[in-house]
């Protein structure tokens, strides 16, 4: 069972390039979230998606597009990449974005590493 | 909104003592709260969860966490440290009344763990 699969592991931009973060998960999750993580900052939410066809802003989605493509898929774009998004970012799911919290732990992937240069 | 605050980016602590990491959060009703470990090159790992009942909590790894709702925190400890808990641990809020919208968790900056023989 992988549970979270994020790829790439590691990639280098330049700056105005874009691409695109994927990020799968198996476990049957309706709940998927995009974190950056950031030295001294914790981990700040970019975008989530409460259920499959739904997407909400987080604390820091200016820069950042997402798709819930399908249950299982999440992806993060970066459409014109700037070095203020140099970061490592994560993917996360939940199983139910109701009120059962015990339903509500998030698993995450394993990040995706970041240079914008 | 809510808040956490990990007053300490690091602690360093005997093996075989034992160990405590603060958290003290900011929520407008009764909060959720979670401990997560990273270890390097890690995602995110679930250890522990406050929803009701004892303040108590045991968790992950002889982990456990106390819930002191009258100082609003939610200390993380352990007995007896291991050499191999060396990690970066974060605290998470949730608010209790937040509907809807996913399961989003508001993190705090993370303190490292460094156990030493």
């Known amino acids: 069972n992988a549970g979270v699969t994020q790829t790439p592991k590691f990639q280098v931009l330049k700056t105005g390039q874009s691409m695109t973060l994927q990020c799968a998960q198996d476990m049957n999750h309706n709940s998927m979230y995009w974190y950056r993580q950031d030295p001294g900052m914790g981990l700040r939410l970019i975008y989530y998606s409460a259920s499959e066809g739904t997407t909400d802003k987080g604390e820091v989605p200016n820069g950042y597009n997402v798709s819930r493509l399908n249950k299982r898929e999440f992806s993060l774009r970066l459409e014109s990449a700037a070095p203020s998004q140099t970061s490592v970012y994560f993917c996360?799911?939940?199983?139910?974005?109701?009120?059962?919290?015990?339903?509500?732990?998030?698993?995450f992937g394993a990040g995706t590493r970041l240079s914008v240069l | 909104a809510q808040s956490v605050a990990q007053p300490e980016d690091q602690v360093n602590v005997a093996e075989g003592n034992p160990l405590t990491v603060k958290c003290t959060y900011s929520?407008?009703?009764?909060?959720?709260l979670f401990w997560y470990v990273q270890y390097p090159n890690r995602g995110l790992q679930f250890l522990l969860k406050y929803i009701t009942g004892d303040n108590l909590v045991k968790g992950s790894y002889g982990f456990e966490a106390e819930f002191n709702k009258s100082q609003t925190s939610f200390h993380l400890k352990k007995p007896s440290a291991l050499v191999s808990d060396s990690a970066l641990y974060f605290c998470a809020v949730r608010d209790r009344r937040a509907a809807g919208g996913g399961n989003k968790l508001t993190f705090g900056t993370g303190t490292q763990l460094k156990v030493e023989l």
């Open positions: 996360a799911s939940s199983e139910s974005p109701g009120q059962m919290i015990a339903k509500n732990i998030q698993y």
């Open positions: 929520v407008s009703g009764n909060p959720y």
